[in-house]
């Protein structure tokens, strides 16, 4: 049995969501499939590794598996993880695969459990491998579409194309997200302020994100990504990158933790098709549907 979850984008918002401010995210067109078959032992195959479970190399599916055992006994299944989703750069990988594995797995073993059963168990398999975790990333994986959290109202923003353009550093969540933890602790009443700003721009993109003004969203972007520059998470090679992009006509963002990872762009079809050329970059558009059994 083939399953398949999608990948997501932060469009804005990160960081200062930490804090109980808006965020506004969406599923994309990249996605993890997990292809499960009942196995006389266990097996997980990835472009990582082949292992048995393995909670060092395969930890998301070995967590899967362990906790999807407490509603059907599995004796021996064999895994398959092609991915379409760049690791490590927030783009959601982790939750895609978790949520792919669980609903292949439901399938071929007949568990009979609903979306919200798999969002539930993906939720605790992100706590099981980070021990702290906001559980949006399954939740947009679950159930595709386009999202303004923490309330979870749906958002219409279809037929967006964003440009990721790949910082080719690696980003680390806890490492950034503790970052601005201590800037904040030095500096409170600065940094809520600057919160409430990032809070300010999520609601606003709303509108301008619905009516595809690429004027506004530019702005929205450029303001977003300046705050975060202020709270310390962009760096040196980020910065002259959104500059290039800046002179290639693309206004660019950290999506996620930053330090390092994915930024999002928009701007005109010709920026973006001469970008997509020049950047280690890739377009996606947002995904209304969440996973699913392929066919
Ligand atoms: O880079 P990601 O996909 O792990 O996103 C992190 C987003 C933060 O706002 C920095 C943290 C969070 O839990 O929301």
């Given at each position: 049995m083939i399953a398949s979850a999608p990948g997501k984008?932060?469009?804005?918002?990160?960081?200062?969501?930490?804090y109980g401010r808006h965020a506004v995210v969406t599923a994309i067109n990249r996605r993890c499939y997990a292809d499960v078959k009942k196995s006389s032992e266990i097996r997980i195959r990835s472009s990582i590794a082949t292992t048995e479970l393995d909670f060092d190399k395969h930890p998301y599916v070995s967590f899967a598996i362990k906790r999807f055992m407490s509603f059907s006994p599995i004796s021996g299944?064999?895994?398959?993880?092609?991915?379409?989703?760049?690791?490590?750069?927030?783009?959601?990988?982790?939750a895609a695969v978790t949520v792919s594995?669980?609903?292949?797995?439901?399938?071929?073993?007949?568990?009979?459990?609903?979306?919200?059963?798999?969002?539930e168990i993906a939720r605790k398999v992100e706590l099981d491998v980070q021990g702290r975790a906001s559980g949006t990333d399954?939740?947009?994986?679950?159930?595709?579409?386009s999202w303004l959290i923490p309330e979870r109202k749906k958002i219409g923003v279809d037929n967006l194309r964003i440009l990721i353009i790949d910082s080719q550093q690696s980003s680390v969540t806890s490492e950034m997200v503790s970052k601005v933890a201590k800037l904040r602790e030095r500096y409170p009443e600065i940094i809520e302020d600057i919160f409430d700003a990032?809070?300010?721009?999520?609601?606003r993109s709303i509108d301008s994100l619905e009516k595809k003004d690429f004027s506004k969203i530019s702005?929205?972007?450029?303001?977003?990504?300046?705050?975060?520059?202020?709270?310390?998470?962009?760096?040196?090679?980020?910065?002259?990158?959104?500059?290039?992009?800046?002179?290639?006509?693309?206004?660019?963002?950290?999506?996620?933790?930053?330090?390092?990872?994915?930024?999002?762009?928009?701007?005109?079809?010709?920026?973006?098709?001469?970008?997509?050329?020049?950047?280690p970059a890739f377009a996606v558009e947002p995904e209304l549907e969440g996973v699913k059994i392929e066919h």
């Open positions: 984008v932060i469009l804005f918002g990160e960081h200062a969501v930490v299944v064999e895994i398959k993880i092609r991915s379409k989703i760049p690791v490590s750069s927030g783009l959601g990988s982790s594995v669980l609903k292949a797995l439901d399938a071929e073993f007949e568990a009979g459990l609903t979306n919200e059963d798999i969002y399954p939740f947009i994986s679950t159930y595709g579409g990032i809070d300010s721009i999520s609601l702005d929205m972007v450029f303001i977003n990504q300046c705050l975060l520059r202020s709270i310390s998470i962009s760096n040196e090679r980020i910065d002259e990158l959104i500059s290039r992009l800046s002179r290639d006509g693309i206004t660019a963002k950290i999506t996620g933790a930053g330090g390092g990872g994915c930024l999002i762009g928009f701007g005109s079809d010709e920026a973006i098709a001469s970008v997509l050329d020049n950047y």
